[in-house]
């Protein structure tokens, strides 16, 4: 997380978009549909430099990742 953290904060599209792929990726493979669901829409947001729409995503993905992790340990 503190690598999206970090692209985002440099408004650097192509590094969150790579990392929201493979958060994206590893929900598909996890069964949490929601999760994927909002990592592509974040991965694409991220693509077009669309930075509110990601600001707006990012409660509800830490949200999704700190309601997951958990379950993982």
């Given at each position: 997380m503190s690598e999206l953290e970090a692209a985002l904060a440099a408004r650097d599209g192509a590094t969150a978009a790579l990392l929201l792929h493979g958060l994206k990726?590893?929900?598909g493979y996890l069964d949490e549909p929601d999760l994927q669901r909002l990592c592509g829409e974040l991965e694409r947001a991220a693509d077009q430099a669309r930075w509110d729409a990601l600001g707006e995503g990012w409660p509800?993905?830490?949200?999704l990742l700190n309601r997951i992790v958990p379950l993982m340990l």
């Open positions: 990726g590893s929900a509800r993905l830490r949200e």
